[in-house]
């Protein structure tokens, strides 16, 4: 039986298409996926994220144990509030999930991993944290929503009196408590807004208030869309296990160089890196998809994360090719026994509201 989130009939009651996603019965879209593509990067849109799993990490020695087990230096977080993007590694340097972590007090962070890897996560870190005196508790009492779009900071204001006081100065990737909220300035789309950690027993009704307030419930198709024009990873496709992050365009979450060591860092020193995470557009007429082979003249790579962009209007991907191919470059992909031209771009290729290649 399929896993449900807090909001599973609340979105059954808007009229969503709901499809299996990693074991979770979530919506996939509430009509016109495009439209609400288009409504996250011109007003304000609602995602379930519940499905995803906060776990509290607390002890004395909580911040040693994280520098450890993510390859970002936690020791960058230094105000209460402050976030922090990393991965975490297997000893061979593979990606077991990417997380986001706050720094809560001294002996308290928070993290935010992925639904599809959650268990394996706490396993992971249960494992690491033998005979030390920390407590690792996942929060399936907690559920999570964020609001995207140019005008979510405003919707969420709204919705919950006295927020904008203390969320309005708030810089991005940052987050505060305030009454039973957690309010993170963070999100998946490329756009600005929160995404809201509360009780689960409250999460409809501050779905159903926010709906009143003008904000558009999005599903999962529309989720795709914005992060991949937004440049960013989704776990399972464009890493797992099998690959590193110096080879999917995080290089920036892994701190190589401070004397600490972490999990999977001397596997990473020691591997020779060969391939590159790049955008791609389309020249010709087709669509982008996952798997595609890719032909460039240093070597055969293939498409991670492919589709059509509604803000560019074009179809694009993050692909996985040789080292040596530049922003500019032309390279052929492989669809259906034809070979069509794709051009190499740096990305993001889109952000708040714009189209950026």
């Not at 720094?103 to 991993?113: G, K, L, Q, S």
Request: hydrophobic residues 45%.
């Amino acid at each position: 039986m399929l896993k449900q989130t807090p909001l599973n009939a609340a979105h059954r009651a808007m009229g969503a298409k709901m499809v299996d996603f990693g074991g979770w019965d979530m919506p996939v879209n509430y009509g016109s996926q495009i439209e609400e593509h288009h409504q996250v990067r011109t007003d304000a849109g609602m995602f379930d994220v519940c499905h995803m799993l906060v776990v509290d990490v607390k002890g004395a020695n909580v911040r040693g144990f994280l520098r450890n087990l993510v390859a970002n230096n936690v020791d960058k977080l230094k105000v209460l509030g402050k976030a922090l993007y990393s991965c975490m590694l297997n000893p061979e340097g593979g990606v077991i999930d990417d997380l986001i972590i706050y720094f809560m007090t001294e002996d308290w962070f928070r993290i935010v991993v992925n639904a599809g890897t959650a268990e394996k996560d706490v396993a992971w870190m249960q494992k690491q944290a033998q005979g030390q005196e920390l407590t690792i508790t996942p929060r399936r009492d907690l559920a999570m929503i964020a609001v995207q779009g140019p005008n979510a900071r405003a919707r969420v204001w709204a919705a919950i009196p006295g927020a904008q006081a203390v969320t309005e100065a708030m810089k991005a990737f940052n987050a505060v408590e305030f009454r039973q909220y957690f309010i993170a300035r963070t999100g998946y789309t490329g756009e600005d807004g929160f995404e809201v950690i509360l009780p689960a027993a409250e999460a409809e009704a501050f779905w159903h208030l926010l709906a009143t307030l003008g904000v558009k419930p999005i599903g999962l198709g529309a989720r795709d869309t914005l992060r991949l024009e937004a440049g960013m990873n989704l776990y399972g496709q464009d890493m797992d296990e099998t690959t590193n992050p110096l080879e999917s365009g995080l290089a920036w979450t892994v701190d190589l160089h401070s004397g600490r060591d972490f999990i999977g860092k001397a596997a990473l020193q020691a591997r020779d890196i060969n391939q590159q995470l790049v955008g791609l557009v389309l020249l010709d007429k087709g669509v982008l998809r996952a798997h595609q082979p890719v032909h460039t003249k240093h070597g055969a790579g293939e498409i991670t994360s492919g589709t059509f962009s509604p803000t560019l209007q074009q179809s694009i991907a993050l692909a996985r090719i040789p080292l040596g191919i530049a922003p500019g470059a032309e390279v052929e992909v492989e669809i259906r026994d034809r070979k069509l031209k794709a051009k190499v771009v740096s990305y993001p290729f889109a952000r708040n509201g714009k189209a950026l290649v």
